[in-house]
């Protein structure tokens, strides 16, 4: 069975420091990954995805994530952090080569950024 | 990527009613997602709808409590019905872009409290 862990609730950062909002996961065969940001009373945006080919992703907003298959993560990152950026972020996974199905999701990770 | 409408975005409704909540897609697309996002939790997904087929629900989801439509490519419906203070959640429509690499879209919600 696919499933992500978030391991942190939340995770706090000064403006202008850079950012790590971690995932796990775990699944049969090559993952695809995805992060989504929902700010609030928002919907969920879509940042960026990994399928294949380099493991350094780049997305919205300034946002990457670095795939790591040996240490299965997924991690998303930032080098320097924008209060507006403080928003409930979601690592999710699907089985690969399956179109039309569903996104498994992590329980989420509140950023917060002060300023 | 897709542009996704929701109506109504909130709603405030007495236990025992039923609410039908809305989902436009500005394009065609094969298959649609309902996912509920209970209060400070992660989405969970209800069900899948593909146009001219009956949805296929998730664990824990039943036909009778949430029926879906489907009647065409570009729109569906979910029902809450005999609604409970317990279903108060963010409901949420999602499309596929399509093909195995495909990025889900996400529609702003439907935010649903049940007294």
């Known amino acids: 069975a696919q499933s992500v862990a978030q391991p942190e609730d939340q995770v706090n950062v000064a403006e202008g420091n850079p950012l790590t909002v971690k995932c796990t996961y775990s699944v049969s065969g090559n993952p695809y990954l995805f992060w989504y940001v929902q700010y609030p009373n928002r919907g969920l945006q879509f940042l960026l995805k990994?399928?294949?080919?380099?493991?350094l992703v780049k997305g919205s907003y300034g946002f990457e994530a670095e795939f790591n298959k040996s240490q299965t993560s997924f991690h998303l990152k930032k080098p320097s952090a924008l209060v507006s950026d403080s928003a409930l972020y979601f690592c999710?996974?699907?089985?690969?080569?399956?179109?039309?199905?569903?996104?498994?999701f992590g329980k989420g990770t509140t950023l917060s950024v002060s300023s | 990527s897709a542009v996704i409408s929701q109506k109504p975005s909130r709603d405030i409704c007495q236990r025992g009613t039923s609410l039908t909540i809305q989902c436009q897609v500005d394009s065609q697309v094969t298959m649609m997602f309902w996912y509920r996002q209970q209060p400070g939790q992660s989405l969970t997904l209800i069900a899948t709808?593909?146009?001219?087929?009956?949805?296929?629900?998730e664990s824990g989801f039943v036909i009778d409590k949430f029926p879906i439509s489907r009647p065409n490519l570009t729109f569906s419906t979910l029902t809450v019905s005999n609604m409970s203070p317990e279903d108060s959640s963010i409901y949420l429509c999602s499309v596929g872009t399509g093909g195995f690499e495909e990025t889900q879209y996400f529609g702003p919600g439907t935010r649903l409290l049940v007294l």
């Open positions: 709808a593909n146009q001219g087929s009956e949805a296929t629900y």
């Open positions: 990994y399928i294949t080919g380099d493991n």
């Open positions: 999710a996974v699907r089985a690969p080569n399956q179109a039309g199905t569903a996104l498994i």
